[in-house]
């Protein structure tokens, strides 16, 4: 099971954001101040998800944050935890933000970097080919090109 919680206070979105390096969208990091400041622009969105399964909960495993407008959202950060890998949470994550905000295109800020190889295996796996730097998904892309999703997938407050 996959939980989702859209919190924008909850410390361990910066936690991760600062310290994940293989499944990370861009690299980017932040200080509290600025993490403050990002969070305070209009439309951001903080996606937390949380798995557990028949041996117990992960916790909180990735972030993805970002603005949504009408039928798109874009993705400024993205990180999971290594721990996380192999259970199609990426998937799943990807499948809650279009069905969340009925988006047609989500984009991508993205940054190749030598440790994020997991993450450039899943893009290329959705779209094609590794991206070199911001790209967009279109919602068919997504669902046609997608493994399917077989966690439950829960929203939390």
């Known amino acids: 099971m996959v939980s989702f919680s859209t919190g924008t206070s909850d410390s361990r979105?910066?936690?991760?954001?600062?310290?994940?390096?293989?499944f990370n969208l861009n690299g980017r990091r932040h200080t509290e101040s600025s993490w403050g400041q990002y969070l305070s622009g209009g439309n951001t969105f903080?996606?937390?998800a949380s798995y557990e399964d028949k041996f117990g909960p992960l916790g909180k495993i990735a972030v993805v944050t970002g603005r949504a407008t009408r039928d798109v959202f874009e993705v400024d950060h993205w990180v999971m935890s290594c721990r996380a890998f192999s259970r199609r949470i990426e998937h799943a994550?990807?499948?809650?933000?279009f069905q969340k905000y009925e988006a047609k295109e989500?984009?991508?800020h993205f940054s190749p970097s030598p440790r994020n190889g997991p993450l450039q295996n899943f893009f290329a796996e959705i779209v094609g080919t590794v991206p070199q730097s911001?790209?967009?998904?279109?919602?068919?892309q997504f669902f046609?090109?997608?493994s399917p999703v077989y966690l439950?997938?829960?929203?939390?407050?």
């Open 152 to 157: 439950e997938i829960r929203e939390t407050r």
């Open 93 to 97: 994550c990807l499948l809650y933000l």
């Open 46 to 48: 903080v996606l937390i």
């Open 134 to 140: 911001t790209f967009s998904i279109s919602r068919k």
């Open 13 to 22: 979105a910066l936690e991760l954001i600062n310290k994940t390096n293989q």
């Open 106 to 108: 989500a984009i991508m």
């Open 144 to 146: 046609d090109n997608s």
